[in-house]
């Protein structure tokens, strides 16, 4: 098994069930979340400035009311199975997107892509010549290549030419 592909899809899949709870902790009122923060960082100003203890108490209980509006403890327990279900279609997700480019075949390597291109502009044919002269490959790598993908059956030789089977 692949750790980093087992670690991305758990990072994943707890990531999203802890966000699709906390948004049903507030029922999806991020405005409501705001103003609560705004209201707290206020609580604190106004302590440190030292105003009087009942002035903190009563800014202490409008804050703790408006926690009460924003947050639904309740409705978030009630719909935990939920975000463990989105948590997991996250983590299957994710599983299936990083398998996906491990289990698809391997690229061909670069010189045999070289080939194909010129072979494509030159409309399917090539020679050798046109391969030293078009690309960045000695002869004896070309000469390797074109006899690999010839033994692949990816390649037909006609005298000197070159050509792709298709």
């Keep these: 098994m692949n750790l980093p592909r087992v670690a991305l899809t758990l990072i ?3 990531s999203s069930a802890l966000i699709a709870y906390s ?4 029922r999806g009122n991020t405005a409501g979340v705001m103003r609560y923060l ?3 960082g206020d609580v604190r100003d106004l ?4 105003a009087g203890p009942g002035e903190i108490e009563a800014a202490r209980q409008n ?3 408006l926690a009460a509006q924003v947050a639904a403890p309740d409705f978030a327990a009630r719909m935990l199975p939920a975000a463990v279900l ?3 279609l996250v983590a299957w997700l994710v599983w299936r997107l990083f398998g996906s480019r491990v289990e698809r075949p391997p690229r061909t390597d670069v010189q045999e892509r070289m080939v194909l291109r010129l072979a494509y502009r030159k409309g399917g044919q090539f ?3 046109d391969l030293a002269v078009s690309s960045p490959l000695t002869e004896e790598q070309a000469r390797a290549v ?5 033994e692949e059956g990816r390649l037909d030789r006609d005298g000197e030419t070159f050509r792709l089977v298709r």
């Design 146 to 150: 074109t006899r690999r993908m010839q």
């Design 63 to 65: 804050l703790a009311a």
């Design 12 to 14: 994943a899949g707890l």
């Design 127 to 129: 020679t050798l010549g």
């Design 86 to 88: 989105i948590g997991l």
């Design 38 to 40: 705004r209201e707290r």
């Design 47 to 50: 302590a440190a400035s030292g």
């Design 23 to 26: 948004a049903f902790y507030v």
